[in-house]
């Protein structure tokens, strides 16, 4: 079982929709999440940061975690052609290590 | 200079040749690492520096040899690749203690091709 899993995508959604991208993980003593984006051919940008149950909310962001169901996703509101990116999920187990899933492309259509 | 900053962005390099990839941050953290990015696969740890000593290898062959100097450079060294190891190279570094809230900040990263 992978540790961090990601619908690889594409996940396609129109401009000014709502995108959800999901991700499971495999340890629960995980305390730290965190979702990246990557533009093609350029390196992982931290976005979001969630570390309790519920809702944090940054701007068009949002990420949702659920730690007994070991699910962490994000919604971003108002979808733009930008938004197009690869976004990685990312968990930090006890210790300091970030473990990365591969990834959902997500492309915006105008 | 601010953030981390790695150096080449791109490389050529034959199986015969060395060559080093360079990593320098200016954040003030004490961890440093190395991830190793191929198409369509997680982002795969291959080092990990804290406070200057190696504290992980994640079974990475020998031909990739890691120097860390002093607490804000991380060096690759490269010899004697295979074409497989061709893939984007990342460097990040972190805070220990406050990658909890923070987590970590990427370079730019060394896209390598081995021909």
């Known amino acids: 079982q992978k540790e961090v899993e990601q619908n690889s995508g594409p996940l396609s959604v129109p401009e000014g929709a709502i995108a959800s991208l999901n991700c499971t993980y495999s340890d629960r003593v995980s305390q730290s999440f965190f979702w990246y984006r990557q533009y093609s051919g350029k390196s992982p940008e931290l976005i979001m940061s969630i570390y309790s149950n519920g809702d944090k909310e940054d701007g068009r962001f949002t990420a949702q975690l659920n730690k007994a169901s070991q699910y962490v996703s994000l919604l971003i509101r108002d979808s733009q052609p930008s938004d197009s990116a690869t976004y990685l999920c990312?968990?930090?187990?006890?210790?300091?290590?970030?473990?990365f899933g591969a990834g959902t492309i997500l492309r915006v259509k105008s | 200079e601010t953030g981390v900053t790695q150096t080449p962005r791109h490389l050529v390099m034959g199986m015969t040749n060395k060559k080093s990839l360079k990593c320098e941050q200016h954040?003030?953290?004490?961890?440093m690492y190395w991830y190793k990015q191929s198409a369509k696969k997680p982002l795969e740890l291959m080092f990990v520096y804290s406070l200057e000593e190696r504290v992980e290898n994640n079974s990475v062959p020998s031909r990739f040899s890691p120097e860390c100097p002093n607490s804000s450079h991380l060096f690759l060294h490269l010899h004697t690749l295979q074409p497989e190891d061709s893939a984007l190279y990342l460097c990040?570094?972190?805070?220990?203690?406050?990658?909890?809230?923070?987590?970590?900040?990427f370079g730019s990263g060394t896209r390598l091709t081995v021909v």
């Open positions: 990040a570094s972190s805070q220990q203690g406050q990658a909890t809230n923070y987590g970590y900040t």
């Open positions: 990312a968990v930090l187990p006890y210790g300091n290590k970030l473990v």
């Open positions: 954040l003030g953290h004490n961890a």
